[in-house]
């Protein structure tokens, strides 16, 4: 996740101005600028879980197609242990990216947190030593 990006969901000043161009030329435009800016992490956390769902679900299929397969011999019994063995070597492959994908969304996730943190922490000792800061501006 680069947070570094000009678009993100977040008030930075290339989002509200998208915001007020999307509703000066057409107001769906800014209403949906809006909404990604207000639950564009919530979307993105919406997704994956939907995607989760959809694969849980459709690992059933798969294990019934495999266990049809696997069922199904071919005559050749070298070949049928060659084969067992490369889709079960296969599916270790599987859950060890799944597993990687999973420690890598944790790292994200308190990548993400620490910057928060850091950054919080940083408008709080501004805000001790009289910085200007959001509420000095108004």
């Not at 435009?29 to 959809?54: C, Q």
Request: hydrophobic share 40%; with cysteine; glycine share 6%.
């Amino acid at each position: 996740m680069n947070q570094s990006a000009l678009i993100r969901p977040d008030w930075t000043p290339a989002t509200i101005a998208m915001m007020v161009l999307g509703f000066i030329v057409f107001w769906p435009l800014g209403l949906a600028m809006l909404a990604y800016i207000l639950f564009g992490e919530k979307l993105r956390s919406f997704k994956k879980d939907a995607n989760s769902s959809v694969d849980r679900m459709c690992a059933g299929f798969k294990r019934n197609h495999r266990s049809h397969w696997a069922h199904h011999r071919t005559g050749n019994v070298a070949f049928d242990d060659w084969r067992e063995a490369e889709l079960a070597r296969l599916e270790e492959e599987r859950r060890k990216l799944d597993e990687m994908r999973e420690e890598f969304d944790a790292y994200m996730r308190e990548l993400r947190r620490a910057k928060d943190q850091e950054e919080f922490d940083r408008f709080m000792r501004e805000r001790k030593n009289g910085g200007p800061g959001p509420a000095a501006a108004s």
